[in-house]
């Protein structure tokens, strides 16, 4: 099956640092990404709607100024949080579309763990 | 708007009950996609199922089963003989063409399965 990577898996930062998150299909091209947040004990929430080449698209409440998504291949998509505070301690997932795969086809990252002091 | 609801928030059994794990869709829509996902504690998501809305046969994997009834918008998902090692949270999640037009994933809230020896 279709893989997608994250890293790091685990980060830990001071308040105030900028932390990036990379996101990779290993074996497919991806021309639409994810990313999630998940709170402890709640749901994946969507925060951006990422796609190669263009910018990203952002869910209503999240500051695209704070957090910067890349996507300049087809394999590749970032995340950067900028100016982190402790609470954008989450875990951040990102997932992928394969860009020959049938529809809402999407595959999950291992998710990376972000807390910040 | 799409909406998922998953009214259980946490279910523990006894290993080698079975349980059953309801979910209930909201769609405008006539074509849509159903998932479930398991994240057992490590926070990676499984990948479990995808049936379109023109498919309601129910399905059997191993131990898992899937029950679709469109007439009462459920996609309700029973686990056999459980074991511990099913500990973990499910979650549903919707796709349809309302999702935006990446067609992105709406999940429920999840449900915290325990699985007792």
């Known amino acids: 099956g279709a893989v997608v990577s994250q890293h790091p898996s685990r980060v830990i930062c001071k308040s105030g640092t900028s932390v990036k998150i990379e996101c990779r299909s290993l074996?497919?091209?991806?021309?639409?990404m994810f990313w999630y947040r998940q709170f402890p004990k709640q749901s994946l929430m969507l925060m951006a709607t990422s796609n190669e080449g263009s910018k990203a698209t952002y869910e209503q409440g999240v500051e695209k100024d704070k957090f910067l998504i890349n996507h300049a291949s087809l394999t590749l998509s970032t995340l950067t949080v900028t100016s982190a505070h402790p609470e954008d301690s989450s875990f951040y997932i990102c997932?992928?579309?394969?860009?020959?795969?049938?529809?809402?086809?999407?595959?999950f990252g291992p998710g990376t763990r972000l807390t910040v002091l | 708007a799409q909406k998922v609801t998953q009214a259980q928030t946490e279910i523990s059994v006894v290993e080698k009950e079975d349980v059953t794990l309801d979910c209930v869709y909201e769609t405008r829509d006539t074509t849509y996609y159903l998932f479930w996902y398991k994240q057992p504690p490590s926070g990676e998501l499984v990948f479990l199922i995808r049936r379109n809305s023109f498919d309601e046969q129910n399905e059997i994997s191993g131990r898992y089963s899937w029950n679709f009834q469109k007439s009462t918008s459920s996609f309700n998902f029973t686990i056999t003989a459980s074991q511990v090692v099913d500990s973990a949270v499910y979650f549903c999640?919707?796709?349809?063409?309302?999702?935006?037009?990446?067609?992105?994933?709406?999940f429920g809230s999840g449900t915290q399965l325990t699985v007792l020896p």
């Open positions: 999640a919707l796709s349809d063409s309302f999702s935006g037009s990446a067609r992105q994933l709406t």
């Open positions: 997932s992928a579309r394969d860009r020959s795969g049938g529809a809402n086809e999407q595959f």
């Open positions: 074996d497919f091209q991806a021309t639409t």
